[in-house]
């Protein structure tokens, strides 16, 4: 079956510091990944998406590429702000299984000023 | 433009209840999701609803159950609740399925706690 993998939490940075968040997948076929964002007292919301390999998704100053060879989706930002404290959640589905997502742990973001 | 609402925020039930969730998804979106977020499970799908019609369910028992109705709303009902269903609800919706699949709004969720 379908699943994802993100680095445990929390990530601890200091604000302009450079964020990475790793995630794999393993899926059949083509998914298309997700990355979605929990702010605190919040539902998720979605930050990018990427349909098909070497699909750049970017939102924000986040960006993660879609790459089919080593099934992973990174999340990237070249700056965090205090502001992108939250959880933040790989995943992936296909077209045909409808929203019908597949989650990641979530990774728990600490940005201190 | 409101967002998906869920009702209740939270609530207490006790082992052996039952329980309905609302979800009122945004206006003009066709597509209901539930999931269900625990810290030891993460979030899991449950059921998806288009058009009044189940479209595909997570594996769950038959214990969680959900419809929707002619106006888009949606309800899910879980019986005999157990201390494992506590846990967070969220309701998610979209226009329809189809070229934006995976692109869904949530709700804040509804807090459920089984005594």
């Known amino acids: 079956g379908n699943s994802v993998t993100q680095m445990e939490g929390p990530v601890t940075l200091s604000e302009e510091a450079f964020l990475t968040i790793n995630c794999t997948y393993t899926?059949?076929?083509?998914?298309?990944l997700f990355w979605y964002v929990q702010y605190p007292g919040e539902g998720l919301q979605l930050l990018l998406k990427?349909?098909?390999?070497?699909d750049k998704g970017s939102n924000k100053g986040f960006e993660a590429t879609y790459r089919k060879e080593t099934t992973s989706f990174h999340l990237e930002k070249g700056s965090v702000q205090v502001s992108d404290s939250a959880v933040y959640f790989c995943?992936?589905?296909?077209?045909?299984?409808?929203?019908?997502?597949?989650f990641g742990g979530g990774t728990r973001l600490m940005v201190k000023p | 433009k409101a967002g998906v609402t869920q009702t209740p925020r939270y609530l207490i039930k006790t082992r052996g209840q039952q329980v309905t969730l609302s979800c009122s998804p945004i206006?003009?979106?066709?597509?209901v999701s539930w999931y269900q977020q625990t810290p030891g499970q993460g979030l899991q799908f449950l059921f998806e609803?288009?058009?009044?019609?189940?479209?595909n369910k997570g594996n769950f028992p038959g214990r969680f159950s959900g419809r929707q109705f002619s106006n888009s709303r949606s309800e899910m009902n879980v019986s005999t609740l157990e201390l494992g269903d506590s846990a967070l609800y969220l309701c998610?919706?979209?226009?329809?399925?189809?070229?934006?699949?995976?692109?869904?709004?949530f709700g804040e969720g509804s807090r459920l706690t089984v005594l």
């Open positions: 995943a992936l589905t296909h077209r045909n299984a409808g929203n019908m997502l597949t």
């Open positions: 899926a059949t076929g083509y998914p298309s």
């Open positions: 990427a349909t098909k390999a070497d």
């Open positions: 206006s003009g979106h066709r597509s």
């Open positions: 609803y288009f058009s009044e019609t189940q479209r």
């Open positions: 998610a919706s979209m226009t329809f399925a189809g070229s934006n699949t995976g692109e869904l709004f």
